[in-house]
């Protein structure tokens, strides 16, 4: 069964700083894409990076200009978002997403499937 689950969230003053993570467990077979979303208080959720692990390619939201870096560990089961120069308008609910496919019990390869973690809270104060 696959997992994704979130850390890092929190209150920050305007400027600072916050990273977060990302880490899925399961029975894994590939890692199509990860990706990282956030919803603002009474907004609709867009889309803040996107990374597929193989090439290591990144895409940005138009707001991000330069504030945050994606990255991966060695594993390839752990992202982070390192978001620096944080404005209160950055306040929102961080989300990871990865696409992937994954073993059944049976031992064959599942279809692509896209999983979301929880959510972390992120609060930047003026």
């Known amino acids: 069964q696959v997992q994704l689950v979130e850390s890092g969230g929190g209150l920050v003053q305007a400027g600072g700083s916050l990273r977060l993570s990302c880490t899925v467990s399961g029975n894994l077979y590939s890692i199509n894409i990860w990706e990282w979303y956030r919803q603002p208080p009474g907004k609709q959720r867009e889309m803040v990076a996107s990374?597929?692990?193989?090439?290591?390619?990144?895409n940005w939201g138009n707001f991000v200009k330069g504030r945050f870096t994606f990255s991966k560990d060695n594993s390839g089961k752990m992202v982070h978002l390192q978001m620096d120069r944080l404005a209160p308008e950055d306040t929102a609910v961080y989300y990871c997403?990865?696409?992937?496919?994954?073993?059944?019990?049976?031992?064959?390869?599942?279809?692509?499937?896209?999983?979301w973690g929880q959510g972390t809270q992120v609060t930047v104060s003026s």
């Open positions: 997403k990865v696409s992937l496919r994954a073993y059944s019990d049976d031992g064959s390869r599942m279809p692509l499937s896209a999983y």
């Open positions: 990374m597929t692990p193989g090439d290591g390619r990144t």
